[in-house]
């Protein structure tokens, strides 16, 4: 079992930056592939970002990649998620997600959060 959850949420203009964090306890965090997920009001929950057991490999949404890093760091049993150049169409809810296996994908998910809700004004 794993719990899941986020921080760092909150309004900013666009343009701006955004970090979030998600603290995980329960199980070795190392054991699972994490992932970035949101979902705006009346869409369906996307893929934002993923990243590997130890970290070594990334991948992102064709619509956050090169604004958006996602990183972890195993020994604080923390993800993270580094948003850059924020724009409108960025607001949703986020959740983290963690899965064992690698690629990442929603329909392999085994926990989420309970998200944090990021806002950008135009």
């Known amino acids: 079992q794993v719990q899941l959850v986020e921080s760092g949420g909150g309004l900013v203009q666009a343009g701006g930056s955004l970090r979030l964090s998600c603290a995980a306890s329960?199980?070795?965090?190392?054991?699972?592939?994490m992932g970035w997920f949101r979902q705006a009001t009346g869409k369906e929950r996307e893929f934002v970002a993923a990243i590997s057991f130890n970290g070594g490999s990334t991948y992102y949404a064709d619509s956050v990649r090169g604004r958006f890093t996602i990183s972890r760091d195993n020994a604080k049993n923390t993800l993270y998620l580094q948003m850059n150049s924020l724009k409108p169409e960025d607001t949703a809810v986020y959740y983290c997600?963690?899965?064992?296996?690698?690629?990442?994908?929603?329909?392999?998910?085994?926990?989420w959060g309970k998200g944090t809700l990021v806002t950008v004004s135009s």
């Open positions: 997600a963690a899965t064992d296996t690698y690629p990442v994908r929603m329909r392999d998910i085994d926990y």
């Open positions: 329960g199980r070795t965090f190392s054991s699972y592939a």
